[in-house]
Antibody
Framework: QVQLQESGPGLVKASEILSLTCGVSNYFINNGYYWGWIRQPPGKGLEWIGSISHGGSTYYNPSLQSRVTLSVDTSKNQIFLKMSSVTAADTAMYYC????????WGQGTMVTVAS | EIVMTQSPATLSVSPGERVTLSCRASQSVSTNLAWYQQKPGQAPRLLIYDVSTRATAIPARFSGSGSETEFSLTISSLQSEDFAVYYCQQHNNWPLTFGGGTKVEIK
């Protein structure tokens, strides 16, 4: 069973950089698929942040593109999200998920941006 | 960017009832449409992709239909575990986009 696990600081200061890691188990990222990040502010809907292929091709949400960078380390089987200049509006549950139809999800990690 | 619009925002239904949720795309997404279920405190779960293909272990009471810009998710007989929020998502074009969700609540 493929498993995804997000990790990172639960609290980030406003204007700083948010860095999250998604570890993948029981599947080698090199074998294919896009790997995405999705977030959900408290009480709100889902927002796609961006996706990256095993080869490093990236697609981003235009509304976040200027602040987001995705990367992948196939040797560690991990995907990374960096978001700069965070504000309170970036407070959300952050999920990583597999493929363009998100067939596997991590449990999510809650990130709070403190002013 | 393709905008996905779901209706209604909330549905109040009784167990055993048949339920149909709607999703509209601002432009054609062909048959590249997925549905997710999310329960409180949990990550979303893929129910259906490519309009009508059920994901692994999804019960047959869930079915999807539609094409181009109009889509629906039907639950043939609502079970207690089906009360949740449902999202549609197009996977035809980048950027990927979600609908705002429909909450199915107990009447």
């Amino acid at each position: 069973q493929v498993q995804l696990q997000e990790s990172g600081p639960g609290l980030v200061k406003a204007s700083e950089i948010l860095s999250l890691t998604c570890g993948v188990s029981n599947y080698f990222i090199n074998n294919g698929y896009y790997w995405g990040w999705i977030r959900q502010p408290p009480g709100k809907g889902l927002e796609w942040i961006g996706s990256i292929s095993h080869g490093g091709s990236t697609y981003y949400n235009p509304s976040l593109q200027s602040r987001v960078t995705l990367s992948v380390d196939t040797s560690k089987n991990q995907i990374f999200l960096k978001m700069s200049s965070v504000t309170a509006a970036d407070t959300a549950m952050y999920y990583c998920a597999r493929d363009r139809t998100f067939d596997m999800w991590g449990q999510g990690t809650m990130v709070t941006v403190a002013s | 960017e393709i905008v996905m619009t779901q209706s209604p925002a909330t549905l109040s239904v009784s167990p055993g009832e048949r339920v149909t949720l709607s999703c509209r795309a601002s432009q054609s997404v062909s048959t590249n449409l997925a549905w997710y279920q999310q329960k409180p405190g949990q990550a979303p779960r893929l129910l259906i992709y490519d309009v009508s293909t059920r994901a692994t272990a999804i019960p047959a009471r869930f079915s999807g239909s539609g094409s181009e810009t109009e889509f629906s998710l039907t639950i043939s007989s609502l079970q207690s575990e089906d009360f949740a929020v449902y999202y549609c998502q197009q996977h035809n074009n980048w950027p990927l986009t979600f609908g705002g969700g429909t909450k199915v609540e107990i009447k």
